[in-house]
């Protein structure tokens, strides 16, 4: 585990005494990413959390409550899969950048479902790294919605993530539930693939849009009473996709 102290007194800068914008907590076992890490956030103003393994970034996490994460994937004792799983299960709202060398799309994916909020391949753009960020910071901080919806025999429970229908229990992922919540959020607005990719998956590109129809399809299995005719999650033609409640 590295601390701001430590980092101050080898920097030679102490940002104490800067407004605060709340803490980021870095998972990455390389210390000198650390330390460029570090710099990225210290300098715009965010107090800097740094843990070298999974355990100490769980413990971390669960004391300090970040506003952020910026996880690696290849870490000691737990891997940043299954950290990223284990921080939505503590705080499903807190946003989650998944920073790697890693470029195989199934492995982005798969975090994506898990509830990462963004992925970031090394190597990086530091002005790219913090709109990453600051963007999934500013989707969790909208203002807040009923956390219980209901549309035709199904109850979502937001908070609880949890969802009812027909009073049966019906068990959706993370990244389900964020895609839902968007369509809950845009009733009745037309939304084309690439701005749910952008603002659901939080790529401004992807490699293909197909990634959107699976998990949709997935949706309409879950929740729709035919999901071959469906009556909420309609498909747009030439556009896009539109909740109807």
């Known amino acids: 585990m590295v601390n701001d102290e430590e980092l101050i007194e ?6 104490t005494h800067l407004p605060n914008l709340g803490t980021i907590l870095i998972v990455e076992d390389d210390p000198r990413m650390q330390k460029v890490l570090y710099r990225i956030f210290s300098e715009e103003q965010y107090s800097v959390l740094v843990a070298g393994d999974g355990q100490t970034a769980l413990e971390m996490f669960r004391q300090a409550h970040p506003l952020a994460v ?8 737990i891997s940043g899969r299954e950290l990223c799983n284990m921080f939505k299960q503590v705080a499903p709202e807190t946003p989650i950048v998944i920073l790697s060398a890693i470029t195989d799309v199934t492995d982005k994916v798969l975090l994506l479902e898990l509830g990462a909020d963004d992925y970031v391949t ?18 969790r901080n909208k203002p807040a919605q009923a956390t219980v919806y209901h549309f035709a025999n199904c109850e979502i429970d937001f908070k609880k993530m949890t969802v009812l229908r027909d009073g049966k229990s019906v068990v959706l992922t993370a990244h389900e539930f964020k895609l839902l919540k968007f369509f809950t959020e845009n009733v009745e607005r037309v939304l084309t693939r690439e701005v749910l990719l ?27 009473p035919d999901p071959a005719n469906p009556r909420h999650l309609l498909t747009i033609y030439g556009a896009g996709y539109k909740f109807v409640p």
């Open 70 to 77: 910026v996880l690696d994937l290849i870490l000691p004792h």
């Open 198 to 224: 952008n603002e659901v998956w939080g790529y401004n590109f992807f490699p293909t849009t197909r990634t959107v129809d699976n998990q949709i399809l997935k949706l309409r299995q879950k929740l729709e």
């Open 122 to 139: 090394k190597p990086f753009s530091p002005r790219e790294l913090m709109a990453r960020v600051q963007a999934a910071v500013r989707r």
């Open 10 to 15: 080898e920097f030679g800068r102490d940002t």
